[in-house]
């Protein structure tokens, strides 16, 4: 089946981790990928906007379905193949509660992350401003309090929805290994950093991990006062 699919993605970007991570959970290895480069504007390129007309990446095609946002290809995944493999939405309707309610804040998090760690790159050189950066990482500041805040509820090697490992790690996982890739201190934020380290040995993660991240594991240091 995995022969049917095909993924052109980036290294280093946590919407294509995301959907790597799910096929990894759902026992899809061997399917068709091709490593692109943003720094090379091949997401721009005609491979890319005749199947994703955004020019983004991911980019995913399974048969003749076309599905690119990183959500609805994880969600596809476990619905179209939720027999095999991890059951990445979980049986309890408090789980699955929890596990959407993650999900979908996950994306303000994503968010909240990369007007930090990407403000040059996403605002002209004109346009930028030291207020405007700090404001951000207040706003980021507030985010990790209220996961740490999150985290700190649940019981011990647990994951975000709870006992199982779901849609909501998935999703939400990478966001949090880009925050210690970018120097975040555990010692400030111990139940993110906690969560990190056990994800970052699952499996699936580390079958997945960025090849950028492996060939310069040293990281930034970005975050390392927030």
Known sequence: M???????????????WRVMITL???NLQGY???LLSYEKKEHKSE???ALNPRGQLPTFKHGDTIVNESYAACFYLESQFKSQGTTLIPESSEEQALMYQRMFEGLAFYEKLNAVIYYEYFVPEGERHESALTRNKQALTTELNLWEGYLSKLLPNSYLAGPSFSLADVTVFPTVAFLFRFGLSAERYPKLGEYYALLKERPSVKASWPPLWHDNPQGHDKLKEI
């Open 32 to 34: 068709n990928q091709k």
């Open 47 to 49: 491979e890319v906007l």
């Open 2 to 16: 995995a022969e049917s699919m095909t993924l052109l993605w980036c290294s280093g970007s946590e919407p294509c």
């Open 24 to 26: 990894e959970e759902k």
